[in-house]
């Protein structure tokens, strides 16, 4: 009785030829499972590759620069109202270089083709090519988006960098750090929107990249609380800005116009309209620079303005 149990319970070769087939269904979907998600993974750090890189690059150079620790300590006040900016009394040296500065004939901004500063769109072959296509890499929209952050990184560059504080006489600070930022913003809108319909869209871009980084600098600024108040505070002062920069570029406005708007939103620490008579050459030298980089980008070409392989004019060496 028991070895004829014994027996029973042994499978039979029709089951065992299930249980293989079974076994093997399963290793083959799962291999194909794990197949699937490393080319998925692949495509995808190959599609993110690029922006991850201008990520780290922005951030190594970031903590290697020499910018002051209290660049951000900036108060929970309002930005008309944040702490006086000593503009240190020029000596008559000091005031002479200044007379000389920005006074060159204009030229194109844009980098020739053999600059290692020049960032190219990305090309790809064959099945990554046409993966990415499906993936929309290639729509209008995503090459918008990568040619704005190229723009708004020419921006950053020469708004961080701390010679551009000192060749015109400022204590780098989030205001000054600010009005910088919004000068340099201007510039480039108001190129980008000489192109028409198009270069404004890719104008709409560069603006919410940049909305996007100055959350990000006030938040580091210490403001963690209101920050949305701060937000639109700081809207209205860009706004405000760009509508007292163009005004003051129009045929019919006055010569000092600019100079005026310039004391005002950059140089004035309360936003006062009496013009300090010890930064008056600063004052004026920034106006000449704003001037001569307004011809210069107009003489910049569409397509280095568009993919923005353009560059300010470099402030360590300036010409006279």
């Known amino acids: 009785m028991m070895m004829a149990l014994v027996r029973s319970s042994k499978p039979s070769k029709s089951c065992l030829s299930i249980s293989r087939a079974i076994i093997w269904a399963s290793g083959f979907v799962l291999g194909f499972k794990t197949s699937f998600q490393k080319i998925s993974n692949h495509i995808l750090l190959t599609a993110m590759m690029p922006r991850w890189s201008r990520t780290l690059g922005y951030l190594h150079r970031q903590s290697k620069s ?11 006040r309002r930005i008309s109202r944040v702490s006086a900016v000593e503009v240190p009394v020029a000596s008559a040296k000091s005031e002479v270089y200044l007379n000389k500065m920005f006074r060159s004939k204009p030229c194109s901004l844009a980098l020739p083709p053999e600059s290692p500063m020049r960032i190219e769109e990305p090309t790809y072959e064959g099945l990554r090519h046409f993966l990415l296509k499906m993936m929309l890499f290639y729509s209008k929209q995503s090459k918008s988006i990568r040619q704005a952050n190229v723009i708004y990184r020419r921006v950053v560059s020469q708004v961080d960098k701390p010679v551009i504080y000192d060749a015109f006489r400022l204590e780098k600070t989030f205001r000054t750090n600010f009005s910088m930022l919004v000068v340099h913003m201007w510039l480039c809108l108001r190129r980008l929107k000489a192109e028409g319909k198009e270069g404004v869209e890719l104008g709409q871009y560069v603006y919410e990249i940049y909305n996007h980084d100055l959350e990000t600098r006030v938040s580091k600024a210490g403001v963690n609380l209101l920050l949305s108040k ?3 505070e700081l809207e209205k002062v860009f706004y405000g800005n760009i509508v007292a920069f163009d005004t003051a570029m129009l045929p019919e406005a006055k010569e000092d116009d600019l100079q005026n708007a310039i004391w005002k939103n950059v140089f004035a620490e309360d936003g006062s309209s009496k013009l300090d008579a010890s930064a008056l050459p600063a004052v004026l030298a920034f106006t000449r620079y704003i001037r001569r980089e ?3 980008l107009s003489l910049t070409d569409k397509e280095a303005m568009f993919s923005g392989n353009f560059m300010f004019t470099p402030l360590e060496n300036p010409k006279p």
């Not at 020499?66 to 929970?76: G, I, S």
Request: hydrophobic content about 40%; charged content about 20%; glycine content about 0%.
């Open 66 to 76: 020499v910018m002051p620790r209290d660049l951000y300590a900036l108060p929970c």
């Open 230 to 232: 701060w937000m639109r």
């Open 294 to 296: 307004c011809t210069c």
